[in-house]
C-alpha cells in the first residue's frame, strides 16, 4: 500500500457523520491489542484555546526533557500534522503501516453499519502511534464535547476545560452549563480538572468534576494570571502566580485570552512532571501554534488567525486592537454551519473585505459571505473563488501602514499560508532510475512512471499544491510540451503532489501563462508561478552583497575554542592560538570564520552561558577588522548577543531557534543567521529518528524555523539554512543530503554543508583519523551542487577543492589566476 492510498483510506471515513460515545474508538484499539494502555494521557478540552493550550502544554513538557506525543486537530496542509511525536510528524511508513493493520477491520464494520469514523480513526492512529514511539506522555485535544468524545477512551492522568460557548449545540446541549457538564466529563479521577471557565458554567463544571484548579484573572481563582500586553509583534508577556510558584514569561501568541491558556498549560504540566519554573518559561515562550494569531510581516501589518466562531472573533478583534495601522483589509473564509452574521459583527470594520472559499465541501459560498458583511456596514466587498488569490489582491491593494488579515476559519488560513510556507523542490535528474525514484516520491502511478520516467531527464520540479490547481498546471505544460505527473491522490480538499518535466524554456512558458492576467482563473496558481520560477532559478537576483557567499561557494573555516570538540578540542582554547589559528585561515582563504565555545559531539556536557561568552567574545573582539566575516557557533542568546556585540556578523544555530530569544537577538542586530536542523544538540548517541525521504523531510521541518526567522524581522538572505548532516542522521542519510544539497534551494535561502572530518565518512572505509581526503572530496561534490558555503577545519584544502568544483563547472566565470 502507499501512502496516497493510505491517507485517502483515512479521508474516505469523512463521510460517515460523528457520532457519540467512546465504544467504537475502544473496540478498535481493542483490535491494536490496546497500545495506549500504557501511556500516560493529559486530556484537553474547551470550546476556544484547546489547541494552543495543548501545544503549550507539549512544549513545557519536553523543555523538561520529556518524549511528548501531541494529537490536535483539524490540520493545515498535511494530515501528518494532526499527530506528531517531540514535535516530528507521524512518517508517511508509520500511517501506511496503521492503515494496513486497520483497513479489514473497519471495512468488516462498514459491511455492519458499525464503520469508525475519521477522527476515531485518527485518534487510535494517534495511540497506535505514541505507544509504538514509547512516548513518556500524550497530550490529546479533544474533537467535541468531551463525554463523547473519541479522545475519551483514556483515563487521564490530568484534564482541563479551557472555556465554554455556545457550539455544537445539536450534539452537546443548548446551554452553556449543558455543554460545560459535557465538556467536564473529561475530569482525571484522581487529580482536579484544571479550567478557565466561570460563573454558571463553572458552576457546572463542578457538579461533574468535583475537585477543579481555577484559572484566571481574578484574585479569586486558584492560578492567577496577568496579561501584560505585547512585547512585540509577536509576542505577549504573561505573568501566572500560584502557590508556591511563579512564571514570568512571553507567550508567541498573542492575546489576552492566551494569558489563561498559559496558565492552565502551566498547571497541568506541573501537575504530571512538576515542571520547573525556568522549563515552563521557556516551554511556553516556545509554543508557536501555526494560524492562531499568526504575524507573518509588519510591512503592512499581515495576520492570519483560523477564529471560527463568534466567540473567537471577539478575541481577535479585542488583539488587534492593541495594533496600530491605518485600514483594515479582510480575506474571508468560513464554513457553512458557522453563525456568519455574528462573525462579522464582532470583527472590527473592514476598509475592504475579499469573501472566498477554501476547497472544502463544507465551505460557505463566497456569495453568501458576501452579503453578511456588506450588511455588517463594510463598504467595499468583493469575491474571490480561491483564498490565494484574493490574499493577493488584498495585499496588492494595502498599504504599508494598513493591516490584512486572513480568518473565518483554520481551512482558509491554511490556504493563505501556504504563501510562505510551499516550495518547489528542484529535483537533480541524472539517469531512468533518478526520474523513476522522483516520480515514486510523488505518490505517481506506476503506470504513469513508466509512461514519463524518459521525460524527466531535464529539469523536474516537485511541488504541492491543492488537486485542482495541479489539473491545471498539467494542462498548461502539457500544452507546451512539457510533462506533469500528479498524485493518484487526487481529493479537492487536501495537496497533492506535482513533478514538474520540461526543458528550461517550457517552464519558462508556464510560469508565464500562470502570471498571464488574462488567464486569470481564481485558482491561485500566480503564487505557483513565482515559486516555479525561484525553484528553476529563472530569476537571479542573487543574494545579499553582504555576504561573500552571493556568487560563490565561500569556505568557513571552525576555529572551536573549547577543550572538548571533537576533532581540535583543546589545540585552540588559549586566545593567542585562536587568533592565530583564524589568521592562518583567513591566509588560506577562508572567507568566513565560526567561533564556537561550546562542543556539540555526543555526550558533551553543557558550558554555562558567562563561561562560554569568557571563550568566544574576546577571540572576536582580536579579530575584528579581519579580512572575514566573523561567525559564532552558539545555541544561546546571551551568548549570540554578546559576541555580535563584540563584532561578529552571523550566529550560526545548531540547535535551529530553540532559544526563544535568539531569532530576536539576531534581528536586533541585522545580523546574519545560520538555522541548522537538529533533532538533538548536543548530538544523543544511538538515538533512532524515521524519515520518509530525509532530504524533503528536512526542508518540511526547515520551512518552519525560517518563518520563525522571518516573522522575528530577518529576510531570507540573512537567513542561511543547514540540512545537519550529523545530527540525527544515519550514515547513509548524510550522503543523501550531500548527493542532494541542491534540493534545499525550495527554501529560498542560501545553504550550508557541514560535514568536516564527521563519522558519516566511516561509510566509505575512513578511520578517524582518516578522514581529511573525504572531507575535501565531499566539499567539492558540495560546491559542485551548489552549496553557499561549506564548514571545514582544514582550509587550504578544502578552498582548492571548492575552487575546482567552481572552475569545472565555469572555467570562464570562476578562476584564481595564482
Given at each position: 500500500?502507499?501512502?496516497?492510498?493510505?491517507?485517502?483510506f483515512?479521508?474516505?471515513?469523512?463521510?460517515?457523520?460523528?457520532?457519540?460515545?467512546?465504544?467504537?474508538t475502544a473496540?478498535l484499539?481493542?483490535?491494536?491489542?490496546d497500545p495506549?494502555?500504557?501511556?500516560?494521557?493529559?486530556q484537553i478540552?474547551?470550546?476556544n484555546?484547546?489547541?494552543?493550550?495543548a501545544?503549550?502544554?507539549?512544549?513545557?513538557?519536553?523543555?523538561?526533557g520529556l518524549?511528548?506525543?501531541?494529537?490536535?486537530s483539524?490540520?493545515l496542509?498535511d494530515?501528518?500534522?494532526?499527530v506528531?511525536v517531540?514535535?516530528r510528524?507521524i512518517?508517511?511508513?508509520?500511517v501506511?503501516?496503521?492503515v494496513?493493520a486497520?483497513?479489514?477491520y473497519v471495512i468488516?464494520?462498514?459491511?455492519?453499519s458499525?464503520?469508525?469514523t475519521f477522527f476515531?480513526?485518527m485518534t487510535?492512529l494517534?495511540?497506535?502511534h505514541f505507544?509504538?514511539?514509547?512516548v513518556d506522555?500524550?497530550v490529546?485535544?479533544v474533537g467535541?464535547?468531551g463525554?463523547?468524545?473519541?479522545?475519551?477512551?483514556v483515563d487521564?492522568i490530568?484534564?482541563?476545560v479551557t472555556?465554554v460557548?455556545l457550539e455544537?449545540?445539536?450534539?452537546i446541549?443548548?446551554?452553556e452549563?449543558?455543554?460545560?457538564?459535557?465538556k467536564?466529563?473529561?475530569?482525571?479521577?484522581?487529580a482536579?480538572?484544571?479550567t478557565g471557565?466561570?460563573?454558571?458554567?463553572?458552576?457546572a463544571?463542578?457538579?461533574v468534576a468535583?475537585?477543579?484548579v481555577?484559572?484566571?484573572?481574578d484574585d479569586e481563582?486558584?492560578?492567577r494570571?496577568?496579561?501584560?500586553g505585547?512585547?512585540?509583534?509577536?509576542e505577549?508577556g504573561v505573568?501566572i502566580?500560584?502557590?508556591?510558584?511563579?512564571?514570568?514569561t512571553n507567550?508567541?501568541?498573542?492575546?489576552r485570552?492566551q494569558a489563561?491558556?498559559a496558565?492552565?498549560?502551566?498547571v497541568l504540566?506541573?501537575?504530571?512532571?512538576?515542571?520547573?519554573?525556568p522549563?515552563?518559561e521557556r516551554?511556553?515562550?516556545s509554543?508557536?501554534?501555526?494560524?492562531r494569531?499568526?504575524?507573518v510581516?509588519?510591512?503592512?501589518l499581515i495576520?492570519l488567525?483560523?477564529?471560527?466562531?463568534?466567540g473567537a472573533?471577539?478575541?481577535?478583534?479585542?488583539?488587534?486592537?492593541?495594533?496600530?495601522y491605518?485600514d483594515l483589509?479582510?480575506?474571508f473564509?468560513a464554513m457553512?454551519?458557522?453563525?456568519?452574521?455574528e462573525?462579522a459583527a464582532?470583527l472590527?470594520?473592514p476598509?475592504?473585505?475579499?469573501a472566498?472559499e477554501?476547497?472544502?465541501d463544507?465551505?460557505?459560498d463566497r456569495?453568501?459571505l458576501a452579503r453578511?458583511?456588506?450588511?455588517a456596514?463594510a463598504?467595499?466587498?468583493?469575491?474571490?473563488?480561491?483564498?490565494?488569490?484574493?490574499?493577493?489582491?488584498?495585499l496588492?491593494g494595502?498599504?504599508?501602514?494598513?493591516?490584512v488579515?486572513v480568518?473565518?476559519?483554520l481551512?482558509?488560513?491554511?490556504?493563505a499560508?501556504?504563501?510562505w510556507?510551499?516550495?518547489?523542490?528542484p529535483?537533480r535528474?541524472?539517469d531512468?532510475?533518478?526520474?523513476r525514484?522522483?516520480?515514486?516520491?510523488a505518490?505517481v502511478?506506476?503506470?504513469?512512471?513508466?509512461r514519463?520516467d524518459?521525460?524527466?531527464v531535464?529539469?523536474?520540479?516537485?511541488?504541492?499544491?491543492?488537486?485542482?490547481q495541479a489539473?491545471?498546471l498539467?494542462?498548461?505544460l502539457?500544452?507546451?510540451g512539457g510533462e506533469?505527473?500528479?498524485s493518484t491522490r487526487?481529493r479537492?480538499d487536501?495537496r497533492?503532489d506535482?513533478?514538474?518535466?520540461?526543458?528550461?524554456a517550457q517552464l519558462?512558458?508556464?510560469t508565464?501563462?500562470?502570471?498571464d492576467p488574462?488567464?486569470d482563473?481564481g485558482?491561485?496558481l500566480h503564487?505557483v508561478?513565482r515559486e516555479?520560477r525561484?525553484?528553476?532559478?529563472i530569476d537571479d537576483?542573487g543574494?545579499s552583497?553582504?555576504f561573500?557567499?552571493r556568487?560563490r561557494?565561500a569556505?568557513?573555516?571552525i576555529?572551536?575554542?573549547?577543550?572538548?570538540?571533537?576533532?581540535?578540542g583543546?589545540a585552540y582554547?588559549?586566545?593567542?592560538?585562536?587568533?592565530?589559528?583564524?589568521?592562518e585561515?583567513i591566509?588560506?582563504?577562508?572567507?568566513?570564520?565560526d567561533?564556537g565555545g561550546?562542543?556539540?559531539r555526543?555526550g558533551?556536557?553543557?558550558?554555562p552561558?558567562a563561561?562560554?561568552i569568557?571563550?568566544?567574545?574576546?577571540?572576536?573582539?582580536r579579530?575584528?577588522g579581519?579580512d572575514?566575516l566573523l561567525s559564532?557557533?552558539?545555541?544561546?542568546?546571551a551568548?549570540a548577543?554578546?559576541?555580535?556585540?563584540?563584532g561578529?556578523?552571523?550566529?550560526?544555530?545548531?540547535?535551529?531557534?530553540e532559544?526563544?530569544?535568539?531569532r530576536?537577538v539576531v534581528a536586533?542586530h541585522?545580523?546574519?543567521l545560520?538555522?541548522?536542523?537538529s533533532?538533538d544538540?548536543?548530538v544523543?548517541?544511538?538515538r533512532?529518528?524515521?524519515?520518509?525521504?530525509v532530504v524533503e523531510?528536512?526542508?518540511?521541518?526547515?520551512?518552519e524555523r525560517?518563518?520563525?526567522?522571518e516573522?522575528?524581522?530577518?529576510?531570507?538572505?540573512?537567513?542561511?539554512?543547514?540540512p545537519?548532516i550529523?545530527f540525527g542522521?544515519?550514515?547513509?542519510e548524510?550522503f543523501e543530503?550531500?548527493?542532494r544539497?541542491?534540493?534545499f534551494?525550495?527554501?529560498?535561502?542560501p545553504?550550508?554543508v557541514g560535514?568536516?572530518?564527521k563519522?558519516m565518512f566511516g561509510?566509505?572505509g575512513c578511520?578517524?583519523d582518516e578522514?581529511?581526503?573525504?572531507t575535501?572530496a565531499?566539499?567539492a561534490?558540495?560546491?559542485?551542487r551548489?552549496a553557499?558555503?561549506v564548514?571545514?577545519?582544514?582550509?587550504p584544502?578544502n578552498?582548492?577543492?571548492?575552487?575546482?568544483?567552481?572552475?569545472a563547472?565555469?572555467?570562464?566565470?570562476y578562476?584564481?589566476e595564482?
Amino acid at each position: 500500500m502507499e501512502y496516497h492510498e493510505a491517507a485517502d483510506f483515512l479521508f474516505n471515513l469523512r463521510r460517515f457523520r460523528p457520532k457519540p460515545g467512546t465504544e467504537s474508538t475502544a473496540r478498535l484499539l481493542a483490535h491494536l491489542e490496546d497500545p495506549h494502555d500504557s501511556i500516560d494521557c493529559v486530556q484537553i478540552a474547551g470550546s476556544n484555546g484547546k489547541g494552543s493550550t495543548a501545544r503549550m502544554v507539549e512544549r513545557a513538557l519536553r523543555e523538561d526533557g520529556l518524549s511528548v506525543g501531541l494529537y490536535t486537530s483539524p490540520h493545515l496542509e498535511d494530515l501528518r500534522e494532526r499527530v506528531r511525536v517531540d514535535g516530528r510528524k507521524i512518517p508517511r511508513s508509520a500511517v501506511r503501516e496503521y492503515v494496513e493493520a486497520v483497513r479489514e477491520y473497519v471495512i468488516e464494520r462498514g459491511a455492519g453499519s458499525e464503520s469508525p469514523t475519521f477522527f476515531e480513526t485518527m485518534t487510535a492512529l494517534a495511540l497506535w502511534h505514541f505507544g509504538r514511539e514509547d512516548v513518556d506522555v500524550a497530550v490529546l485535544e479533544v474533537g467535541i464535547g468531551g463525554r463523547y468524545d473519541a479522545t475519551s477512551v483514556v483515563d487521564p492522568i490530568a484534564s482541563a476545560v479551557t472555556s465554554v460557548t455556545l457550539e455544537h449545540t445539536g450534539i452537546i446541549g443548548d446551554t452553556e452549563e449543558a455543554i460545560a457538564r459535557d465538556k467536564a466529563h473529561v475530569a482525571p479521577s484522581d487529580a482536579p480538572l484544571v479550567t478557565g471557565v466561570t460563573g454558571s458554567a463553572l458552576e457546572a463544571v463542578c457538579e461533574v468534576a468535583g475537585e477543579v484548579v481555577t484559572v484566571g484573572t481574578d484574585d479569586e481563582s486558584d492560578v492567577r494570571v496577568d496579561y501584560r500586553g505585547r512585547t512585540n509583534h509577536t509576542e505577549a508577556g504573561v505573568s501566572i502566580r500560584a502557590d508556591g510558584w511563579t512564571v514570568e514569561t512571553n507567550v508567541p501568541l498573542p492575546g489576552r485570552h492566551q494569558a489563561e491558556n498559559a496558565g492552565i498549560a502551566a498547571v497541568l504540566a506541573r501537575q504530571v512532571a512538576d515542571v520547573s519554573e525556568p522549563a515552563l518559561e521557556r516551554g511556553l515562550r516556545s509554543a508557536h501554534w501555526p494560524g492562531r494569531f499568526e504575524v507573518v510581516d509588519t510591512d503592512p501589518l499581515i495576520v492570519l488567525d483560523g477564529a471560527h466562531n463568534p466567540g473567537a472573533c471577539e478575541t481577535l478583534a479585542e488583539t488587534l486592537e492593541t495594533y496600530a495601522y491605518d485600514d483594515l483589509h479582510v480575506v474571508f473564509g468560513a464554513m457553512h454551519d458557522k453563525d456568519h452574521r455574528e462573525m462579522a459583527a464582532a470583527l472590527p470594520t473592514p476598509e475592504t473585505v475579499i469573501a472566498a472559499e477554501p476547497p472544502l465541501d463544507r465551505a460557505e459560498d463566497r456569495d453568501v459571505l458576501a452579503r453578511v458583511f456588506e450588511e455588517a456596514g463594510a463598504t467595499d466587498v468583493r469575491t474571490n473563488a480561491d483564498v490565494c488569490d484574493a490574499l493577493e489582491i488584498a495585499l496588492t491593494g494595502a498599504d504599508g501602514d494598513d493591516c490584512v488579515l486572513v480568518t473565518g476559519s483554520l481551512f482558509a488560513v491554511a490556504e493563505a499560508r501556504s504563501r510562505w510556507t510551499s516550495a518547489g523542490i528542484p529535483k537533480r535528474i541524472r539517469d531512468l532510475e533518478d526520474a523513476r525514484n522522483a516520480l515514486a516520491g510523488a505518490d505517481v502511478d506506476e503506470r504513469e512512471i513508466r509512461r514519463t520516467d524518459a521525460d524527466a531527464v531535464h529539469r523536474v520540479v516537485k511541488t504541492n499544491l491543492r488537486a485542482r490547481q495541479a489539473r491545471r498546471l498539467q494542462r498548461e505544460l502539457l500544452r507546451l510540451g512539457g510533462e506533469c505527473s500528479l498524485s493518484t491522490r487526487t481529493r479537492d480538499d487536501e495537496r497533492i503532489d506535482a513533478v514538474l518535466m520540461g526543458t528550461l524554456a517550457q517552464l519558462r512558458r508556464l510560469t508565464e501563462a500562470l502570471e498571464d492576467p488574462s488567464s486569470d482563473r481564481g485558482d491561485g496558481l500566480h503564487d505557483v508561478a513565482r515559486e516555479l520560477r525561484a525553484a528553476i532559478e529563472i530569476d537571479d537576483g542573487g543574494h545579499s552583497t553582504r555576504f561573500p557567499w552571493r556568487d560563490r561557494t565561500a569556505v568557513m573555516g571552525i576555529l572551536n575554542v573549547t577543550p572538548d570538540s571533537f576533532h581540535d578540542g583543546g589545540a585552540y582554547d588559549a586566545v593567542p592560538d585562536a587568533v592565530a589559528r583564524a589568521e592562518e585561515m583567513i591566509e588560506a582563504g577562508a572567507d568566513v570564520i565560526d567561533v564556537g565555545g561550546e562542543s556539540t559531539r555526543p555526550g558533551a556536557d553543557p558550558v554555562p552561558i558567562a563561561e562560554e561568552i569568557d571563550r568566544v567574545v574576546p577571540v572576536i573582539e582580536r579579530l575584528e577588522g579581519a579580512d572575514a566575516l566573523l561567525s559564532v557557533d552558539t545555541r544561546k542568546a546571551a551568548v549570540a548577543d554578546a559576541a555580535l556585540e563584540a563584532g561578529a556578523d552571523v550566529v550560526n544555530d545548531v540547535s535551529g531557534l530553540e532559544d526563544p530569544e535568539m531569532r530576536f537577538v539576531v534581528a536586533d542586530h541585522d545580523a546574519g543567521l545560520i538555522l541548522m536542523h537538529s533533532i538533538d544538540a548536543p548530538v544523543v548517541p544511538d538515538r533512532e529518528v524515521s524519515y520518509d525521504d530525509v532530504v524533503e523531510d528536512v526542508i518540511d521541518q526547515l520551512t518552519e524555523r525560517v518563518l520563525l526567522a522571518e516573522k522575528a524581522g530577518l529576510d531570507r538572505e540573512q537567513i542561511v539554512v543547514d540540512p545537519g548532516i550529523g545530527f540525527g542522521k544515519s550514515a547513509r542519510e548524510n550522503f543523501e543530503l550531500l548527493g542532494r544539497v541542491d534540493e534545499f534551494r525550495a527554501l529560498g535561502c542560501p545553504v550550508l554543508v557541514g560535514h568536516s572530518h564527521k563519522s558519516m565518512f566511516g561509510h566509505v572505509g575512513c578511520r578517524a583519523d582518516e578522514r581529511l581526503e573525504a572531507t575535501v572530496a565531499a566539499s567539492a561534490i558540495a560546491a559542485d551542487r551548489g552549496a553557499d558555503i561549506v564548514r571545514v577545519h582544514d582550509v587550504p584544502e578544502n578552498v582548492a577543492a571548492v575552487r575546482t568544483a567552481l572552475a569545472a563547472r565555469d572555467p570562464d566565470r570562476y578562476g584564481w589566476e595564482s
